[in-house]
Structure formats: structure tokens, C-alpha cells
């Protein structure tokens, strides 16, 4: 996959300088350039290629990202603060239900009262005002004899 390296004699090595070949310009008018200033002078890099060329030029810095803003690490103090105030508004909001609920329930159970109270006091109130057809006493038939009770004639 990859060629063997080939071993020269440090006599039968010969350096190659390549010159650059310059570019034809280009055919269409060049915008005016401004002149402008390195801030600092480029640093020159020889290379020393593995079969002893050297190539030398000026070294290209990689283009750097733009830095992403650091999303700030939360402290698991301040997690425990926030689920311990959802937690405890839970359980205001139940309470408060249950309360809701434990009324609602107690003003059921008085109107049944109430109501059981009402119907068996009309009960008791016909069963003593309830006209019998005569005026006062029991009628009790022993061998259909009538005695009538609390009724003295003498």
C-alpha cells in the first residue's frame, strides 16, 4: 500500500529548488488594492521531505474556530433548591385540594344530617297530630267488649 522507502547514499542525494511559475494576470480590470501592513512579519518553515528535499515557504496558521459560548455549569445546590420548591409547591397544591375536598365532604354530611333530621321530625310531628276519628284514648276490642282506656265513667 505503501512504496518501500528507497535508501540513497548521502553523496547520490541532490537537493531540488523549485521556483514558482508566475500567473498570467487576469484579463479583466483588478480592483484597486489597498495597501496594507502585516502586523508581523510571516515566519519562514523549511521542511525536510523524507528523500531529503527540502521545501521551504511561510507557515499557514489553521484557521481557529469561532469559540462557542460556555453554557454555565449549574450547582447541584441550586438543582436541589429548584426541585425542592417544585416539590413543596406540589404539596401546597395538594393540600390545598385535600382541604377543598375534606370541606366539601363535611358540608355533604351536615345537609344529610339535616335532612334525615327534618324528615324524621315531620314523621313524629304527623304521628301526633293525626286526627284518630275520636277524641282522646285507645280503643282496644277484647271479645268485642270496648274498653276505652283513660276514659273513666263512673
Known sequence: MYPEPVHHA???RA???????PLPPAVMAPAPLAPVQPGTVPSVASIVLPDGRVVTGYAINPAQPEPFAAKPAVS???VNVALGGVGFLAVCGGLLLLTTFITALTALITQLITLAAVCFGGFV???IFKSHGHQGGTTVNI???IFKRNHFHG
Open 76 to 78: 447541584r445546590a441550586a
Open 125 to 127: 310531628a304527623v304521628q
Open 15 to 21: 537537493v531540488a529548488v523549485h521556483q514558482p511559475t
Open 143 to 145: 271479645r268485642k267488649a
Open 10 to 12: 548521502p553523496a547520490e
